[in-house]
Protein backbone atom coordinates (compact mmCIF):
# COMPACT_ATOMS: atom_id res chain seq x y z
CA UNK A 1 0.00 0.00 0.00
CA UNK A 2 1.23 3.67 -0.81
CA UNK A 3 1.41 5.80 2.42
CA UNK A 4 1.77 8.32 0.36
CA UNK A 5 -1.52 8.81 0.02
CA UNK A 6 -2.45 9.45 3.23
CA UNK A 7 0.28 11.01 4.65
CA UNK A 8 4.05 12.51 3.59
CA UNK A 9 7.85 11.04 4.26
CA UNK A 10 10.55 13.67 5.35
CA UNK A 11 14.50 13.45 4.39
CA UNK A 12 15.19 11.22 7.78
CA UNK A 13 12.01 9.12 6.69
CA UNK A 14 9.74 9.70 9.46
CA UNK A 15 6.13 9.52 7.82
CA UNK A 16 3.43 11.96 8.91
CA UNK A 17 0.10 11.81 8.89
CA UNK A 18 -2.24 14.04 6.02
CA UNK A 19 -4.77 14.34 9.06
CA UNK A 20 -4.40 16.17 12.12
CA UNK A 21 -5.96 14.88 15.40
CA UNK A 22 -8.70 16.07 16.80
CA UNK A 23 -11.05 15.98 20.19
CA UNK A 24 -14.39 13.90 19.88
CA UNK A 25 -16.92 15.68 17.85
CA UNK A 26 -19.44 16.04 20.88
CA UNK A 27 -16.96 18.51 22.22
CA UNK A 28 -16.55 20.56 18.65
CA UNK A 29 -20.28 20.12 18.12
CA UNK A 30 -19.86 18.46 14.77
CA UNK A 31 -22.49 16.01 15.64
CA UNK A 32 -22.47 15.02 11.86
CA UNK A 33 -19.37 13.05 12.67
CA UNK A 34 -20.80 10.98 15.35
CA UNK A 35 -21.62 8.20 13.68
CA UNK A 36 -17.85 7.54 12.06
CA UNK A 37 -16.65 8.63 15.77
CA UNK A 38 -18.75 5.69 17.59
CA UNK A 39 -17.34 2.87 14.57
CA UNK A 40 -13.79 3.84 15.61
CA UNK A 41 -14.73 4.38 19.31
CA UNK A 42 -16.05 0.64 19.38
CA UNK A 43 -13.87 -1.37 16.75
CA UNK A 44 -11.77 -2.53 16.71
CA UNK A 45 -9.84 -2.28 19.71
CA UNK A 46 -12.46 -1.87 22.86
CA UNK A 47 -14.44 -4.20 21.29
CA UNK A 48 -10.99 -6.64 21.69
CA UNK A 49 -10.67 -5.64 25.11
CA UNK A 50 -13.89 -5.98 26.08
CA UNK A 51 -13.65 -9.76 24.35
CA UNK A 52 -10.63 -10.13 26.12
CA UNK A 53 -12.50 -9.72 29.64
CA UNK A 54 -15.24 -12.28 28.25
CA UNK A 55 -13.34 -14.72 27.53
CA UNK A 56 -10.90 -14.47 30.95
CA UNK A 57 -14.08 -14.38 32.72
CA UNK A 58 -15.79 -17.45 31.03
CA UNK A 59 -12.32 -19.53 30.96
CA UNK A 60 -9.42 -17.85 33.02
CA UNK A 61 -10.61 -16.27 35.88
CA UNK A 62 -11.78 -19.11 38.73
CA UNK A 63 -14.87 -19.31 40.88
CA UNK A 64 -15.87 -16.59 43.57
CA UNK A 65 -15.68 -19.07 46.24
CA UNK A 66 -11.97 -19.89 45.33
CA UNK A 67 -10.94 -16.23 44.96
CA UNK A 68 -12.40 -15.59 48.61
CA UNK A 69 -9.12 -16.93 49.83
CA UNK A 70 -6.26 -15.51 48.53
CA UNK A 71 -3.56 -18.11 47.82
CA UNK A 72 -0.95 -18.39 45.22
CA UNK A 73 -2.56 -21.08 43.38
CA UNK A 74 -4.88 -18.96 41.66
CA UNK A 75 -2.66 -15.67 41.43
CA UNK A 76 -0.20 -17.53 39.61
CA UNK A 77 -2.69 -18.85 37.19
CA UNK A 78 -3.73 -15.38 36.17
CA UNK A 79 -0.27 -13.95 36.28
CA UNK A 80 0.32 -16.57 33.50
CA UNK A 81 -2.74 -15.75 31.99
CA UNK A 82 -1.50 -11.76 31.75
CA UNK A 83 2.22 -12.87 30.68
CA UNK A 84 0.80 -15.24 27.53
CA UNK A 85 -1.73 -12.95 27.08
CA UNK A 86 1.24 -10.46 26.31
CA UNK A 87 3.37 -12.28 25.05
CA UNK A 88 1.00 -13.14 22.17
CA UNK A 89 -0.24 -9.44 21.26
CA UNK A 90 3.17 -7.26 21.89
CA UNK A 91 5.27 -10.34 20.90
CA UNK A 92 3.23 -10.78 18.15
CA UNK A 93 2.96 -7.70 16.69
CA UNK A 94 6.83 -6.91 17.56
CA UNK A 95 7.59 -9.71 14.99
CA UNK A 96 5.73 -8.89 12.03
CA UNK A 97 6.30 -5.62 12.10
CA UNK A 98 9.77 -5.35 13.31
CA UNK A 99 11.37 -8.15 13.19
CA UNK A 100 10.17 -9.57 10.11
CA UNK A 101 9.34 -5.91 8.96
CA UNK A 102 6.09 -7.12 7.42
CA UNK A 103 5.50 -3.49 6.10
CA UNK A 104 8.59 -2.02 6.25
CA UNK A 105 8.61 1.83 7.21
CA UNK A 106 5.01 2.41 5.84
CA UNK A 107 3.24 4.41 7.94
CA UNK A 108 5.84 4.47 10.35
CA UNK A 109 6.11 7.43 11.97
CA UNK A 110 9.85 7.05 12.96
CA UNK A 111 12.00 6.20 10.24
CA UNK A 112 14.41 3.95 12.43
CA UNK A 113 14.22 0.83 14.30
CA UNK A 114 15.02 0.89 17.78
CA UNK A 115 17.07 -2.13 17.36
CA UNK A 116 19.41 -0.15 14.74
CA UNK A 117 20.32 2.04 17.60
CA UNK A 118 22.27 0.28 20.47
CA UNK A 119 22.46 2.84 23.29
CA UNK A 120 23.75 2.60 27.30
CA UNK A 121 20.79 4.25 28.55
CA UNK A 122 18.64 0.58 28.13
CA UNK A 123 19.67 -2.58 29.89
CA UNK A 124 22.34 -5.08 27.67
CA UNK A 125 22.69 -1.38 25.64
CA UNK A 126 18.96 -2.79 24.01
CA UNK A 127 15.99 -0.85 23.46
CA UNK A 128 13.91 -4.34 23.12
CA UNK A 129 15.59 -6.22 25.60
CA UNK A 130 15.11 -3.94 28.09
CA UNK A 131 11.45 -3.03 27.63
CA UNK A 132 10.62 -6.92 27.37
CA UNK A 133 12.38 -7.44 30.85
CA UNK A 134 10.64 -4.30 32.27
CA UNK A 135 7.30 -5.68 31.01
CA UNK A 136 8.26 -8.95 32.74
CA UNK A 137 10.26 -7.83 36.05
CA UNK A 138 7.59 -4.91 36.56
CA UNK A 139 4.41 -4.31 34.96
CA UNK A 140 2.67 -7.90 34.64
CA UNK A 141 3.12 -8.75 37.95
CA UNK A 142 1.90 -5.15 38.82
CA UNK A 143 -0.84 -5.79 36.56
CA UNK A 144 -1.67 -8.90 38.60
CA UNK A 145 -1.29 -7.70 42.10
CA UNK A 146 -4.22 -5.38 41.24
CA UNK A 147 -6.55 -7.66 39.46
CA UNK A 148 -5.87 -10.50 42.35
CA UNK A 149 -6.81 -7.90 44.87
CA UNK A 150 -9.67 -6.06 42.67
CA UNK A 151 -11.29 -9.98 42.29
CA UNK A 152 -10.55 -10.67 46.01
CA UNK A 153 -12.53 -7.87 46.82
CA UNK A 154 -15.52 -8.87 44.72
CA UNK A 155 -15.74 -12.37 46.20
CA UNK A 156 -15.68 -11.22 49.36
CA UNK A 157 -18.18 -8.67 48.98
CA UNK A 158 -15.97 -5.59 49.43
CA UNK A 159 -16.80 -3.95 46.09
CA UNK A 160 -20.46 -3.61 45.35
CA UNK A 161 -21.06 -6.65 42.69
CA UNK A 162 -23.97 -5.84 40.37
CA UNK A 163 -25.40 -8.40 37.96
CA UNK A 164 -26.42 -7.98 34.42
CA UNK A 165 -29.94 -9.29 34.39
CA UNK A 166 -30.99 -6.41 36.49
CA UNK A 167 -28.59 -3.72 35.51
CA UNK A 168 -27.98 -4.46 32.06
CA UNK A 169 -28.83 -0.57 30.97
CA UNK A 170 -26.68 1.00 33.80
CA UNK A 171 -23.67 -1.49 33.21
CA UNK A 172 -24.29 -1.23 29.45
CA UNK A 173 -23.51 2.88 30.01
CA UNK A 174 -20.66 2.12 32.14
CA UNK A 175 -18.68 -0.22 29.59
CA UNK A 176 -19.18 2.70 27.26
CA UNK A 177 -17.44 5.25 30.00
CA UNK A 178 -14.36 2.38 30.54
CA UNK A 179 -12.19 4.28 27.84
CA UNK A 180 -12.76 8.09 29.61
CA UNK A 181 -12.48 6.72 33.01
CA UNK A 182 -9.18 5.20 31.95
CA UNK A 183 -8.28 8.53 29.95
CA UNK A 184 -8.91 10.77 33.15
CA UNK A 185 -6.84 9.01 35.26
CA UNK A 186 -4.37 8.49 32.76
CA UNK A 187 -4.03 12.14 32.24
CA UNK A 188 -4.10 12.85 35.91
CA UNK A 189 -1.32 10.28 36.79
CA UNK A 190 0.67 11.02 33.55
CA UNK A 191 0.83 14.35 34.57
CA UNK A 192 2.10 14.15 37.86
CA UNK A 193 4.74 11.33 37.01
CA UNK A 194 6.21 14.57 34.63
CA UNK A 195 7.11 16.68 37.67
CA UNK A 196 10.62 16.84 38.78
CA UNK A 197 11.45 13.88 41.34
CA UNK A 198 8.86 11.79 39.71
CA UNK A 199 10.01 12.58 36.03
CA UNK A 200 13.86 12.35 36.78
CA UNK A 201 13.60 9.00 39.15
CA UNK A 202 10.64 7.18 38.00
CA UNK A 203 9.09 8.53 34.46
CA UNK A 204 12.65 9.00 33.09
CA UNK A 205 12.32 5.25 32.28
CA UNK A 206 9.68 4.87 30.06
CA UNK A 207 11.04 8.01 28.23
CA UNK A 208 14.30 6.39 27.19
CA UNK A 209 12.44 4.33 24.17
CA UNK A 210 11.78 7.73 22.01
CA UNK A 211 11.45 5.75 19.28
CA UNK A 212 8.82 3.39 21.37
CA UNK A 213 7.42 -0.06 20.08
CA UNK A 214 5.36 -2.66 20.92
CA UNK A 215 7.31 -3.67 24.35
CA UNK A 216 7.94 -0.13 25.19
CA UNK A 217 4.11 -0.04 26.31
CA UNK A 218 4.62 -1.41 29.73
CA UNK A 219 8.12 -0.83 29.84
CA UNK A 220 7.80 1.65 33.44
CA UNK A 221 9.63 1.58 36.75
CA UNK A 222 7.66 -0.32 39.23
CA UNK A 223 6.68 3.53 40.63
CA UNK A 224 4.71 4.51 37.47
CA UNK A 225 3.41 0.89 37.07
CA UNK A 226 1.78 0.80 40.18
CA UNK A 227 -0.01 3.92 39.93
CA UNK A 228 -1.09 3.37 36.51
CA UNK A 229 -2.63 -0.16 37.13
CA UNK A 230 -4.33 1.83 39.85
CA UNK A 231 -6.84 3.24 37.80
CA UNK A 232 -8.62 -0.24 39.01
CA UNK A 233 -9.72 1.35 42.19
CA UNK A 234 -12.36 3.48 40.07
CA UNK A 235 -14.16 0.49 40.39
CA UNK A 236 -13.62 -0.24 43.21
CA UNK A 237 -15.76 2.54 44.49
CA UNK A 238 -18.44 2.74 42.07
CA UNK A 239 -20.99 -0.09 41.84
CA UNK A 240 -20.17 -2.39 39.03
CA UNK A 241 -19.42 -5.86 37.79
CA UNK A 242 -16.31 -7.73 37.67
CA UNK A 243 -16.53 -8.40 33.93
CA UNK A 244 -16.49 -4.28 33.03
CA UNK A 245 -13.52 -3.85 35.97
CA UNK A 246 -11.71 -6.23 33.39
CA UNK A 247 -12.62 -4.38 30.48
CA UNK A 248 -11.32 -1.89 32.04
CA UNK A 249 -7.69 -3.45 33.43
CA UNK A 250 -7.66 -4.96 30.21
CA UNK A 251 -8.10 -1.84 28.34
CA UNK A 252 -5.11 -0.52 30.73
CA UNK A 253 -2.85 -3.54 30.14
CA UNK A 254 -2.75 -4.94 27.14
CA UNK A 255 -4.26 -1.35 25.97
CA UNK A 256 -1.43 0.25 26.87
CA UNK A 257 0.25 -0.64 23.18
CA UNK A 258 -2.28 1.25 21.06
CA UNK A 259 -0.25 4.57 21.92
CA UNK A 260 3.15 2.26 21.08
CA UNK A 261 3.01 0.65 18.06
CA UNK A 262 4.81 3.22 16.29
CA UNK A 263 3.10 2.51 13.08
CA UNK A 264 -0.05 4.95 11.96
CA UNK A 265 -1.84 1.65 10.30
CA UNK A 266 -0.97 -1.46 10.25
CA UNK A 267 -0.89 -3.09 6.90
CA UNK A 268 -3.23 -7.05 7.15
CA UNK A 269 -3.90 -7.21 3.43
CA UNK A 270 -2.75 -5.27 0.89
CA UNK A 271 -5.61 -3.49 0.49
CA UNK A 272 -6.67 -3.55 3.98
CA UNK A 273 -5.49 -1.96 6.90
CA UNK A 274 -5.94 -1.58 10.85
CA UNK A 275 -5.94 1.63 12.63
CA UNK A 276 -3.22 1.75 16.07
CA UNK A 277 -4.69 5.02 17.09
CA UNK A 278 -0.81 5.67 18.02
CA UNK A 279 -0.24 9.51 17.21
CA UNK A 280 -1.24 11.05 20.12
CA UNK A 281 0.85 9.27 22.14
CA UNK A 282 3.68 9.05 19.67
CA UNK A 283 3.63 12.84 20.19
CA UNK A 284 4.04 12.40 23.45
CA UNK A 285 7.13 10.45 23.14
CA UNK A 286 8.63 12.98 20.50
CA UNK A 287 8.11 16.35 22.22
CA UNK A 288 7.76 15.13 26.03
CA UNK A 289 5.67 17.72 26.77
CA UNK A 290 2.23 17.36 24.88
CA UNK A 291 -1.00 14.86 24.78
CA UNK A 292 -0.59 13.59 28.80
CA UNK A 293 -4.01 12.19 28.10
CA UNK A 294 -5.48 10.27 25.40
CA UNK A 295 -6.99 10.63 21.93
CA UNK A 296 -9.28 13.60 23.21
CA UNK A 297 -12.01 11.56 24.00
CA UNK A 298 -11.89 13.34 27.73
CA UNK A 299 -10.17 16.65 25.82
CA UNK A 300 -8.32 17.56 29.04
CA UNK A 301 -5.09 18.12 27.40
CA UNK A 302 -7.26 20.78 24.61
CA UNK A 303 -8.41 22.32 27.87
CA UNK A 304 -5.15 22.56 30.15
CA UNK A 305 -2.71 23.88 26.98
CA UNK A 306 -0.94 20.79 26.23
CA UNK A 307 -2.90 19.37 22.76
CA UNK A 308 -0.78 18.51 19.87
CA UNK A 309 -2.12 17.78 16.59
CA UNK A 310 0.98 16.86 14.61
CA UNK A 311 0.36 20.43 12.79
CA UNK A 312 2.72 23.22 12.64
CA UNK A 313 0.67 25.58 14.29
CA UNK A 314 0.43 22.99 16.62
CA UNK A 315 4.43 23.31 17.13
CA UNK A 316 4.60 26.80 16.71
CA UNK A 317 2.38 27.05 20.10
CA UNK A 318 4.25 24.34 22.09
CA UNK A 319 7.89 26.59 21.20
CA UNK A 320 6.35 29.73 22.12
CA UNK A 321 4.82 27.67 25.88
CA UNK A 322 8.27 25.96 25.90
CA UNK A 323 10.15 30.03 25.72
CA UNK A 324 7.82 31.18 28.11
CA UNK A 325 8.69 28.39 30.84
CA UNK A 326 12.48 28.68 29.67
CA UNK A 327 11.93 32.47 30.48
CA UNK A 328 10.15 32.11 33.36
CA UNK A 329 13.37 29.85 34.96
CA UNK A 330 15.79 31.83 33.83
CA UNK A 331 13.76 35.11 36.16
CA UNK A 332 13.69 32.81 38.91
CA UNK A 333 17.63 31.98 38.74
CA UNK A 334 18.61 35.91 37.79
CA UNK A 335 20.04 37.54 40.89
CA UNK A 336 18.33 39.93 42.86
CA UNK A 337 19.69 43.26 43.08
CA UNK A 338 21.41 44.76 46.36
CA UNK A 339 19.13 47.13 47.81
Not at 324 to 339: G, I, N, R
Amino acid sequence: MDDLKFGTRDKRGNWTPNDHLDIAPFWRGKFSELGKFALGYVWPWNAFHMATAVLYWIFIVPDMETMKTLSWGWALWLFAANAVGVFLLFGGIEFFYYVKRKQETRFKYNGKFPSEHPSDVFWFKSQNLDNFLRTYIFSVPLWTLWEVGALWAFANGWAEWLNWEDNWLYLSMLVLLVPAIHEIHFFVIHRLIHTGFLYKYVHSVHHNSINPSPWSSLSMHPVEGFLYFSEILWFMLIPTNPIVMLFNLHSTGFGAINGHIGFDQLELTEETTMPSHAYAHYLHHKYFEVNYGGDGLIPLDKWFGYWHDGSKEADEQMKERFRKKKAKLAAKKAPTPAE
